[in-house]
Antibody
Framework: QVKLQQSGAELVKPGASVKLSCKTS????????MSWFKQIPGQSIEWIGM????????GYNQKFKGKATLTVDTSSSTAYMDLSSLTTEDSAVYFC?????????????WGQGTLVTVSS | DVVMTQTPVSLPVSLGGQASISCRSS???????????LHWYLQKPGQSPQLLIY???NRFSGVPDRFSGSGSGTDFTLKISRVEPEDLGDYYC?????????FGAGTKLELK
């Protein structure tokens, strides 16, 4: 079955960077799309961007350009998201999700989320 | 960006009753290919969102037929009949027709 396992919670200082991971299993990673999302507790969900594992091609929500960088490692079927120059406004739960079948949308399979807390 | 407006914000229901959630978009969600990329999710407390309905009216695998989606253009509805305890949580609509994907603000389904 399809599984997306995200890395553990992070406590980081303002100005620092953090790299989140999303390890997948149960499907052919190299021909799939992966999207990433941000959710501040108690608020709605924002789509950050997506990456095609086949060639590393990316598409970003303009709001997150310069903040998030998406990459993949096909040898380990893992997707990554780097978040840079962190501020308290980046404190949130971040999710990865794969599209239905092998399309980009809708987002059918989700990781459990990674809580990022930015605090000095 | 396309703005997705959900109503109501909170929806008290009785178990066994029916619920209806509205989602309106700031522009038509009909793609140039003729498809409409409007989807519905349920997020239970402390969990990831789960896909219920995709492309307006298609139930995702394992979703009970108590859930149904309808609508067209800019106006969409999710109906839940015979509400059960596991249906409680936050419901979100999502549009994938226009870049970037955007979610509604959510509707909290709670017990009356």
């Amino acid at each position: 079955q399809v599984k997306l396992q995200q890395s553990g919670a992070e406590l980081v200082k303002p100005g620092a960077s953090v790299k989140l991971s999303c390890k997948t299993s149960g499907y052919t990673f190299s021909t799939s799309y992966m999207s990433w999302f941000k959710q501040i507790p108690g608020q709605s969900i924002e789509w950050i961007g997506m990456i095609y594992a086949g060639d590393g091609g990316t598409g970003y929500n303009q709001k997150f350009k310069g903040k998030a960088t998406l990459t993949v490692d096909t040898s380990s079927s893992t997707a990554y998201m780097d978040l840079s120059s962190l501020t308290t406004e980046d404190s949130a739960v971040y999710f990865c999700a794969r599209g239905l079948d092998y399309s980009a949308f809708p987002f059918a399979y989700w990781g459990q989320g990674t809580l990022v807390t930015v605090s000095s | 960006d396309v703005v997705m407006t959900q109503t109501p914000v909170s929806l008290p229901v009785s178990l066994g009753g029916q619920a209806s959630i509205s989602c309106r978009s700031s522009q038509s969600l009909v793609h140039s290919n003729g498809n409409t990329y409007l989807h519905w999710y349920l997020q239970k407390p402390g969990q990831s969102p789960q896909l219920l309905i995709y492309r307006v009216s298609n139930r995702f695998s394992g979703v009970p037929d108590r859930f149904s989606g309808s609508g067209s253009g800019t106006d969409f509805t999710l109906k839940i009949s015979r509400v059960e305890p596991e249906d409680l949580g936050d419901y979100y609509c999502l549009q994938s027709t226009h870049f970037p994907n955007t979610f509604g603000a959510g509707t909290k389904l709670e017990l009356k």
